[in-house]
């Protein structure tokens, strides 16, 4: 590809960057980025990537790496790079989770591990932290039963080595020793990180080697970073000379309660030397909902940080309601009839509508999403697919399996053909135009072997382990940096082919089974955690009450900043709701605003929020 003049480079996609974001994607000093909501942070990131890799300034064969918080945001970062500068330069841009990178380093050189910490060749990753208490309860019941959950974590998860003279060292050596000897070891992903940091401490070798690789360091939702994912990144990056940029607000810090490290702001620019630099725009919302996102900025989290709407929206556009309810059956047949005018007459997306909750998603929303699937309107959990979506060898599986039951699916094309080229990086162009000549000859094939007709679940079994042959097994274990060994590829397949059955035998359709499976046409309904990131043209929040914000009183900024959060996801519209009564576990609870009292008043001093009482249409 073509190198780009510094000069005369240009944003992707016609953007206009704000003169400090523009100076920040082109300059090479540390920056960090604090912003609001929409700014533009992590289309700062994607531009930035674009700049270094298309005028050549990332100097080949270096690469940039971007730490995202979630798996879906590091794909989409990808993703995004990916469309603008295309395959081949955009394989210089590794965008990961601190999970997955500190894991990809765990796998690599494991072999360097020192003695006391070596763990076996297989290694099982513990997603919950229950095993770690449960050993900490059988080691010592006065210890486990007087310290926090919260606690015991922090000390099973400090630096390593261990200081073992500290007070209870020896159970805590004794349960690293039961954990990483079991067989296979039973690793969590702080102990992964920790154990990473101690390879990358006491190896300069692999050190050396990650600062070679990685001359451009990004991070996105700085504020969320903990302590063990920031001494990582020091202990691999600090004094050499990759060049850092972290964006985050702290109007968005939401993961205190996971261990969030408060100071990193300041501790990233004592250490990193770092210029804080603000951005002003909010390019996501229309400008009734910045104005109430600046009155909130300002009288809800007592911060000054005001943000500008994007001149493409009439000054008038954005609207905020609270919707009063009599309770959760109400709630239920009212959002329905409002949810259907919007996409009936509207046309909006379902796609485009997100509910969200803060907790206990089955409480808030299960009715609800029964209620919606039932009467024609499809909803879902987004959580449970996340997994599977942001994987880009499931991804492969659904684009061929549309191509061959829906021939007209030219994106499917398109996907199948990018995953393909990037696991045959050594293929010249000319034996590119081969592949896709073998490719469309076998997706020819395919769907005259299998016609849609005679499907089945043994059927369905046999040709995705097909499709899978097709790429080769050997070759995604060798390309993908998602996999260590061959079973966790096995369980994204298998996971895949449980889905697809599942909704093939309620669809009897493979076409529909697979758009229920990308949920095509079908609300999202998450925790405002899952929605981090994401945008949408409405938000309807449920339950805008004490109950779903139990912890208020406990961490009310931290709460303040998740009701900032929800509300900030929206383009153009968002609906909290309230109901007088919501079921809880004795049946159906009388429901009150007491203890979040400050979020309605602020609503309402506002001058932008509509409330109203709603009642279903006789
Ligand atoms: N310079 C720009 N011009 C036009 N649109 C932009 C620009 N920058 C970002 N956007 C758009 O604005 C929206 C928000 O951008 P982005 O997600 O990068 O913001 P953010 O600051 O990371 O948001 P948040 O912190 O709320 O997740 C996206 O739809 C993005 O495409």
New binding site residues.
Partial sequence: MKRINPELWM?ADD????DS?LHIAKNSANHLVV?G????????LAQKACYLLQTNTCTFPYKILAISFKRDAAYNLKERVRERCGDELSKRFDSLTFDSFAKQILDRFKQALPNEYKINSEYEVVLSEQPIFDHYRSEDIQYFSTTTREDIIKFHSAQLPHDDSASHGNIRKHIWGEMLKSNPSKLSFKMIMRLTELIIISNPKVKRFLQQTYRYVFLDEFQDTTTIQYDLFKSCFLDSDSSFTA?G?DK?RIMMWAGARKTVFDDFMADTKAIRVPLT?N??SAPRLVKLLNYLTEHLLGKTDFATA?SKWSPDQGECSVWVFENPDDEVEILFQEVSNWVVNDGVNPRDVCILVKQQLPTYAGNLIDYFNQNGIKARDENSFQDILTQEVCLYIINVLYRVFDRKNIEAQKGIFDFLGNIHTELEDDQLLRLEGVLAKFIRETRKEYPTSTLDDKLIKALINKIIGFAGKDRIMASSQSFSNIQELNAYIEKVQEELIRNFNTTNSIISALDRLVGKDTIPVMTIHKS??L?YHTIIFIGLEDGAFWSFQRQPDEDKCAFFVAL?RAKERVVFTFSKQREGRFGLQSQSITKIKVLFDELQKSGIVKMEEKKPRK
């Avoid at 953007?15 to 704000?18: F, S, V």
């Fill in positions: 944003p953007m206009t960057l704000e974001a912003a909501p929409g700014a533009g942070k992590t289309e700062l964006v607000d968005q725009m390019f996501r994007s981090k990131g945008e900030s």
